[in-house]
Nanobody, 122 residues
Framework: QVQLVESGGGSVQPGGSLRLSCTAS????????MGWFRQAPGKERELVGG????????QYVDSVKGRFTISRDNAKNTVYLQMNSLKPEDTAVYYC???????????????WGQGTLVTVSS
């Protein structure tokens, strides 16, 4: 089973951009569908989006469509979340996930990263 480590979180002003990375080790990265979730204070963890094994398909929650892009590089065992036009409501801990089913759903997740905090504030 893979282990996942996220990086790239931080603080940004509204309208700004951040790119999160999640690097896998210890397993066959290309065997997994990769997803990003987020959890804001006092709220349930929600799916942000996912990318299929060879990037042929992606999915996004409506609130991030047109602003966020998920991509993966199987040669680098890494999945990315490019976040543009960030809003204060995007503030959350962002988690990388791995599953063997597409599309990504919370109940399908097999492996979680430790999370990285994104704060959008002026």
């Amino acid at each position: 089973q893979v282990q996942l480590v996220e990086s790239g979180g931080g603080s940004v002003q509204p309208g700004g951009s951040l790119r999160l990375s999640c690097t896998a080790s210890g397993g066959t990265f290309s065997a997994y569908v990769m997803g990003w979730f987020r959890q804001a204070p006092g709220k349930e963890r929600e799916l942000v989006g996912g990318v299929s094994w060879r990037s042929s398909s992606t999915q996004y929650v409506d609130s991030v469509k047109g602003r966020f892009t998920i991509s993966r590089d199987n040669a680098k065992n890494t999945v990315y979340l490019q976040m543009n036009s960030l809003k204060p409501e995007d503030t959350a801990v962002y988690y990388c996930s791995a599953t063997r089913r597409y599309p990504v759903r919370l109940e399908y997740v097999e492996v979680w990263g430790q999370g990285t905090l994104v704060t959008v504030s002026s």
